[in-house]
Nanobody, 116 residues
């Protein structure tokens, strides 16, 4: 599986960005898709995930500001990030888990920088 993420960049606090991640070279259905992030000096943490059926899971820090969605036909997951804060600055990694697999695959990461 190959994951291609896009949409990161520099934005002012209070602004918004939309991340996309498309999975290719895959013949399996995707169980769960989502996003994690890693800020400098910190561990990678969950941001949001979504199941094939549309069940979503969010980190408390992004609830009400971020929205995860997916297009199953395109094997693509999105992250709409609104009301961005400087503490949202991190490298964002997309993640996919195929049905029947115990480990997932990671994208290359896209940098989001929120200035105050």
């Amino acid at each position: 599986v190959q994951l291609q993420a896009s949409g990161g960049g520099l934005v002012q606090a209070g602004g918004y960005l939309r991340l996309s991640c498309a999975a290719s070279r895959i013949s399996d259905r995707l169980n769960r898709m989502g996003w994690y992030r890693q800020a400098p000096g910190k561990q990678r943490e969950l941001v949001a995930t979504i199941s094939e059926g549309g069940n979503m899971n969010y980190a408390d820090s992004v609830k009400g500001r971020f929205t995860v969605s997916r297009n199953n036909a395109k094997n693509t997951v999105y992250l709409q990030m609104n009301s961005l804060k400087p503490e949202d600055t991190a490298v964002y990694y997309c993640y996919v888990l195929r049905w029947g697999r115990s480990t997932g695959a990671w994208g290359q990461g896209t940098l989001v920088t929120v200035s105050s």
